[in-house]
């Protein structure tokens, strides 16, 4: 081969990556655009108040559970007990998952001692056979792990175990028994892995995923399946639409080796595959209630946000995800619209899996004080208020239908009426709360329709 026809192909190379980058600019420089173009022709629509679904009273008729008054623990009794014991919900070879909230300490996590009661009285089932799998994904990483933020950090308040100091001390707790924790990690790292998220120091973790992104066909590992040819979407103006793909997780109980596909149920690696395992995954969902700057309340419709992916979409860094917005983003880009975040989220509850029992534990609750606090206010003393109330059911709708015309109206908050008021109907909850209501076609807003045991 001559030198010159030796060159032709490293210029040929070279010219192949330049025209490759050439082409990636112009793909910015495309999204870049639409996305001006976007935010200019925006629909009013998109930010509009979502009209009312209207309710049949047969079908929508529903029933919650309250318990009051007491210390944590025994309002799960409570609770409990009214829905008929916890055999109601957990059969005796069941595998139970208990999602809490972990993303913050204090009022910002779910009660340490409503959910160790949960948990006891599960192994206390006559007969109990199963086993119980408690998770959350915080979005956060800590040495590889996904138990990070709350896991890790001690709290003030909402613990309310003698000696104990945050969700931690579950871990060594039940460590003899059928039970174990995972911290699931989002696919995807994010931008906003620097954001010190009010722990400047990154004792908790760093926001982000695991960069591995989505589990391919075939691909036998855990992390999260991104559907998307089963993809929410919402025109948003006249040139675009946001778009979020369904997300859910797969992840592998640490006491019994189980395999937990959020959506498809239970399997066990058996020569090199995963088959199918006869137990029932039984979901048992335990929130917190508070405050929220962009859906008004963040209790049981929007606590699924610690079950999606949320790397898949912008703010996540994954090529695949570019050209979608992850589901706390659903609605950006409309000034108040942040809210739509509730269709995706019931999108997931309809084709993905909805839990089969909702405990929403208010001890403590977070509001926006009249002086803004320093901290924010899933951890701030100033925001804390303490309810002493578990709300329990199926429906997501009606349990946060219930809290914010019963707990939460009298909250000092000075953002109430345009976050929390129920009869403002441009109330973020509102929106929230009717979007979620006609995406999922169900759940019930009307108060005289839930019967409160």
Known sequence: MSEKEAKFPRRSLVGGLAAVGVLGALVALRRKVVNRLANWTQKESFAATPPLVPHDAETDATKIFVAQGGEPAANIDEVLKKLGGVEAVVGKRDL????VSAQWWNQGMTNVAAVKRTIEHILDRPGF?????VFENTHFIKDGSGLSRAWLAESERNVDVEGWKGLGDLMPHFEAKPVSFVGL???????LADDDWHDPERRYGIYGGDGKGPIEPGEDRDGYFWDRDDVFALERSWFDEARTPLTWPRFTSPHSGLVIDLRDGVFERKDGKL??????LTWINMTTCNEHGATGLTAACKSTMGVVDMSAGVMGTHPIAQD???VHYFGMGAPGALWRMAGPLA???SEVRAPDLILTVAEWVAFTPKQDAAEDIRHAEAAAMQKKTVVAGTDPVAIDTWICRNLMKDVPSRHHRERLDMDNEDAMVVKF???YREVRGRGTLDEKLIDVA
């Open 324 to 326: 979608y917005r992850a």
């Open 347 to 349: 999108h997931f509850a």
């Open 185 to 191: 990690i989002d696919g995807g790292e994010s931008m």
């Open 275 to 280: 088959a199918s395992v006869d137990r029932r």
């Open 433 to 435: 709360l009717r979007y």
């Open 129 to 133: 056979e199963g086993e119980v799998v």
């Open 96 to 99: 139970v998952i208990i999602k």
